[in-house]
C-alpha cells in the first residue's frame, strides 16, 4: 500500500526553523518526483518545492526561495524540507506528494499520491 506520511511540524517563532520529513512506505521514491505543497486557512493549496527524482534538479516558489531547501535520501526513502527565517505567512499545513515522473512541478495536478499533512504554525 503506497503512503506518504510526512513529520516535523509544530509551533515555532518567526525567523526561526523546521526541518518537514516525508517518508515513503510500499514503494521506493527512486521514480518519484516529490512535491511539498502547503494550504493556509481559507486559502488554496498551493506548490511550495518539489524535486527531481534524482535529486538534481529543484523548484521552489518565489515566496520560499533562499529560506527553504528541499533534499532527498533515496536509499532512506526520504524527503526533507529545511524551512528556516519563518515568517507568520508561513503557517499552513504542508503535505508531500509523489508524482511517477523523471521531473517535477509545482502545479499539483499531476501528483498520484499525497500524504495527511503536517501543521506548521508560526507565531510569536
Same mark, same amino acid.
Given at each position: 500500500? @503506497?503512503?506518504?506520511?510526512?513529520?516535523?511540524?509544530?509551533l515555532?517563532?518567526?525567523?526561526?526553523?523546521?526541518?518537514?520529513?516525508?517518508?515513503?512506505?510500499?514503494?521506493?521514491?527512486?521514480?518519484?518526483?516529490?512535491?511539498? @505543497?502547503r494550504?493556509?486557512?481559507?486559502?488554496?493549496?498551493?506548490?511550495v518545492?518539489?524535486?527531481?527524482?534524482?535529486?538534481?534538479?529543484?523548484? $521552489?516558489?518565489?515566496?520560499?526561495?533562499?529560506? @527553504?531547501?528541499?533534499?532527498?535520501?533515496?536509499?532512506?526513502?526520504?524527503?526533507?524540507?529545511?524551512?528556516?527565517?519563518?515568517?507568520?505567512?508561513?503557517?499552513?499545513? $504542508? $503535505?508531500?506528494?509523489?508524482?511517477? @515522473?523523471?521531473?517535477?512541478?509545482?502545479?499539483?495536478?499531476?501528483?498520484? $499520491?499525497?500524504?495527511?499533512?503536517?501543521?506548521?504554525?508560526?507565531?510569536?
Amino acid at each position: 500500500q @503506497f503512503q506518504l506520511v510526512e513529520s516535523g511540524g509544530g509551533l515555532v517563532q518567526p525567523g526561526g526553523s523546521l526541518r518537514l520529513s516525508c517518508a515513503a512506505s510500499g514503494f521506493t521514491l527512486d521514480d518519484y518526483a516529490i512535491g511539498w @505543497f502547503r494550504q493556509a486557512p481559507g486559502k488554496e493549496r498551493e506548490g511550495v518545492s518539489c524535486i527531481s527524482s534524482s535529486g538534481g534538479s529543484t523548484n $521552489y516558489a518565489d515566496s520560499v526561495k533562499g529560506r @527553504f531547501t528541499i533534499s532527498r535520501d533515496n536509499a532512506k526513502n526520504m524527503v526533507y524540507l529545511q524551512m528556516n527565517s519563518l515568517k507568520p505567512e508561513d503557517t499552513a499545513v $504542508y $503535505y508531500c506528494a509523489a508524482w511517477r @515522473f523523471r521531473l517535477c512541478v509545482l502545479s499539483q495536478r499531476p501528483y498520484d $499520491y499525497w500524504g495527511q499533512g503536517t501543521q506548521v504554525t508560526v507565531s510569536s
